[in-house]
């Protein structure tokens, strides 16, 4: 099926979508400083620039898009138009974040990831307990763990 926009249109749309203070990571953020979190933003000196570091606990929390990291969930679908760009820049995103878990591992670094459909639509999880998920594993000292939709 073609686009309904022309090329310069769908440029224009795409490149207004952001990559920081997204309304998933504002709902994560949110979330953990009414618990009495305080994080940095974006920290720009770590692989990736994590969304939130908490230097406290030695760990880096990213919330992640399902379209642009390619989760395989109900909120994933390839595009139909330029299949070839799509697969080469989302196969690129996951290399990348391959590459930044392992240096950030490297450097000492826990990581977890919150994945969009968590957050969003009909599968989404309530707020106090992905909340909970996360306050539990900031204090346990585990390495890593991720938060994806309920299941069906």
Same mark, same amino acid.
């Given at each position: %099926?073609? =686009?309904? $926009?022309?090329?310069? $249109?769908?440029?224009? %749309? ?9 309304? !998933? ?19 720009? =000196?770590? !692989?990736?620039?994590? =969304?939130? +570091? @908490?230097?406290?606990?030695?760990? +880096? ?14 909120? @994933?679908?390839? !595009? ?15 290399? &990348? *974040?391959?590459? &930044? ?24 999880? !309530?707020?106090?307990?992905?909340? *909970?998920?996360?306050? *539990? ?10 938060? +994806?939709?309920?299941? *069906?």
């Amino acid at each position: %099926m073609a =686009d309904i $926009v022309s090329p310069d $249109v769908r440029s224009r %749309m795409m490149a207004g979508i952001r990559g920081k203070d997204t309304k !998933p990571e504002l709902i994560v953020r949110r979330a953990l400083h009414a618990r009495g979190f305080r994080y940095r933003l974006h920290a720009r =000196d770590l !692989p990736g620039k994590p =969304d939130l +570091v @908490f230097p406290k606990f030695r760990a +880096v929390i990213l919330v992640h898009g399902c379209f642009w990291h390619g989760h395989e969930c109900h909120l @994933f679908r390839w !595009p139909r138009s330029r299949v070839k760009f799509w697969q080469e820049k989302i196969s690129k995103n996951r290399n &990348n *974040d391959l590459v &930044n878990a392992q240096k950030l591992a490297e450097a000492g670094w826990r990581r977890a990831i919150v994945w969009e459909c968590a957050l969003k639509g009909k599968r989404r999880i !309530p707020v106090d307990t992905f909340t *909970d998920q996360l306050e *539990d594993w900031l204090h346990s000292g585990l390495s890593g763990i991720e938060i +994806v939709a309920a299941p *069906d």
